[in-house]
């Protein structure tokens, strides 16, 4: 018996995920039914079949329906003569044969469902393929392959809609939805917790680029915090706090201080009255079943964070991201032309762009400039945002906070303001009231606004607010 040697065998065809059966059934149904191609036209594209002379029949079917004429054998063998297509399509007999079928109309859905999961597996082997062959490439840099991998990956499980179009009866009846929130006094994003700034705002929603800046010392991570603990208490949901600048610890200190109302100090030293012990014991145990997620050693750039938190989002949904903060982060593409104001343009770009696409708010603290410093009214102005006039140009709420008594030492110590010096979609300029607690590193509500140029002395006779 000859021996067979490895260069007689034949190649192995690989394997490629198509129900055949499935798709034929599926096209047979929509030459058959009248309204089936009405209820399968938005989940499903040529692309989905795995078949090629399917693909060419489904698409002549869609080039049908959009001529607003009757989907039958008749039209959509014309179809294909026009564009040439139809011996590729297996010839007229092909579709006389599925339109002579009878016995699938009641099954759509199900060929439907079958058709797109063989579907989204050969999207999966292609994505394979591609990491695969830019993982192997002489010239391959490991972070660039993981962040093109999870791209891939990511957009397969969020993007399997066929259409993001939305009609118009759906378009109004989500708008009336969101007018008979905002008629109830509910809000149309995540709560603050400041009354005032949700009033003026609605809540942070999800797309939103949120500044949040100040000059150090004025307590932004404290107001941070905060912020993140009060949405993720209040929804449930996900809220990654990315911080540069402090340990997990030091974070979780300043929150149980805030939380309990506790010298924070005091706190750090172990110094805790016995009276005090329940509380600390309750607070830690709400705290500890909050859905805040805390990262002290976060990725450095744009397209590592979103790497990150495209991970994170298949975990469950994320309410919202804080990043403390900006000017901490490197651009993805640093080269010796670039300076620091074109990659922190770069990063809140990169970060504007990471909140549309999770459709979540990130809020991103930020430094000021010190030459605000110099001038005689210390309140921050846009002007002063640091190192990038395009972090004011791509978010869509800018927050500063301040507090008279870092720069005088007569002024109330207690006293700060929230300015709201930029949102897109409402008003700005306003300054909102708040109370500095210092000992518990926190910021607490006063029930008052007024406008940024006037000063809060001169408020209690000004009738308009």
């Known amino acids: 018996m000859p021996s067979t040697s490895p260069s007689d065998k034949k190649p192995q065809t690989p394997f490629v995920p198509v129900d055949e059966l499935a798709e034929s059934s599926l096209l047979a149904a929509l030459l058959t039914s009248a309204g089936a191609f009405n209820d399968v036209s938005e989940l499903l594209v040529a692309d989905d079949f795995g078949h090629p002379p399917y693909a060419l029949i489904y698409d002549a079917i869609f080039a049908v329906d959009q001529a607003e004429k009757p989907i039958d054998a008749v039209t959509v063998i014309d179809e294909l003569r026009r564009r040439k297509h139809l011996q590729k399509a297996g010839g007229p007999s092909v579709i006389l044969d599925l339109a002579a079928r009878t016995d699938i109309l009641s099954n759509v859905v199900a060929y439907v469902d079958i058709v797109r999961g063989k579907s989204m597996l050969r999207r999966l082997l292609n994505a394979g393929r591609t990491i695969a062959g830019e993982a192997i490439a002489p010239e391959a840099a490991p972070d660039e392959v993981l962040e093109r991998a999870e791209g891939l990956i990511y957009e397969l499980g969020a993007n399997q809609a066929v259409s993001s179009l939305t009609a118009m009866p759906q378009a109004i009846a989500k708008t009336l939805e969101e007018l008979a929130k905002v008629r109830s006094k509910a809000l149309l994003g995540h709560p603050s917790g400041f009354a005032e700034l949700d009033q003026l705002t609605s809540g942070f929603q999800g797309g939103q680029l949120i500044t949040l800046a100040a000059r150090p010392g004025m307590g932004k991570s404290a107001l941070a915090m905060q912020l993140a603990a009060h949405i993720a208490q209040t929804t449930g949901l996900q809220v990654p706090f990315l911080s540069f600048e402090m340990s997990t610890t030091e974070l979780v200190m300043r929150l149980i201080s805030a939380q309990l109302g506790y010298d924070l100090h005091k706190l750090r030293q172990g110094d805790i009255p016995?009276?005090?012990?329940?509380?600390?014991?309750?607070?830690?145990?709400?705290?500890?079943?909050?859905?805040?997620?805390?990262?002290?050693?976060?990725?450095?750039?744009?397209?590592?964070?979103?790497?990150?938190?495209?991970?994170?989002?298949?975990?469950?949904?994320?309410?919202?991201?804080?990043?403390?903060?900006?000017?901490?982060?490197?651009?993805?593409?640093?080269?010796?032309?670039?300076?620091?104001?074109?990659?922190?343009?770069?990063?809140?770009?990169?970060?504007?762009?990471?909140?549309?696409?999770?459709?979540?708010?990130?809020?991103?603290?930020?430094?000021?400039?010190?030459?605000?410093?110099?001038?005689?009214?210390?309140?921050?102005?846009?002007?002063?945002?640091?190192?990038?006039?395009?972090?004011?140009?791509?978010?869509?709420?800018?927050?500063?906070?301040?507090?008279?008594?870092?720069?005088?030492?007569?002024?109330?110590?207690?006293?700060?303001?929230?300015?709201?010096?930029?949102?897109?979609?409402?008003?700005?300029?306003?300054?909102?009231?708040?109370?500095?607690?210092?000992?518990?590193?926190?910021?607490?509500?006063?029930?008052?606004?007024?406008?940024?140029?006037?000063?809060?002395?001169?408020?209690?006779?000004?009738?308009?607010?």
Do not use: C
Request: a positive charge; zero cysteines.
């Open 274 to 465: 016995p009276g005090l012990d329940r509380d600390l014991s309750l607070t830690t145990s709400a705290i500890s079943q909050m859905s805040l997620f805390i990262d002290d050693t976060p990725p450095t750039t744009v397209s590592g964070v979103r790497s990150a938190m495209r991970r994170q989002a298949r975990r469950g949904q994320i309410g919202a991201i804080v990043i403390d903060y900006l000017q901490l982060m490197e651009g993805d593409r640093r080269s010796k032309d670039q300076n620091r104001t074109q990659e922190v343009s770069e990063i809140s770009r990169g970060l504007k762009r990471l909140a549309s696409e999770l459709d979540v708010p990130i809020i991103a603290l930020s430094q000021l400039n010190r030459q605000l410093e110099t001038r005689p009214n210390k309140r921050p102005m846009l002007a002063d945002l640091r190192e990038s006039g395009s972090i004011e140009q791509d978010s869509s709420l800018v927050l500063f906070l301040y507090r008279d008594f870092v720069y005088n030492p007569q002024a109330d110590p207690r006293q700060a303001e929230l300015i709201l010096a930029k949102q897109r979609n409402g008003p700005s300029g306003i300054s909102i009231p708040l109370i500095w607690d210092a000992p518990a590193a926190r910021y607490l509500p006063t029930g008052k606004t007024y406008p940024n140029s006037v000063s809060p002395q001169a408020i209690e006779s000004h009738s308009g607010f």
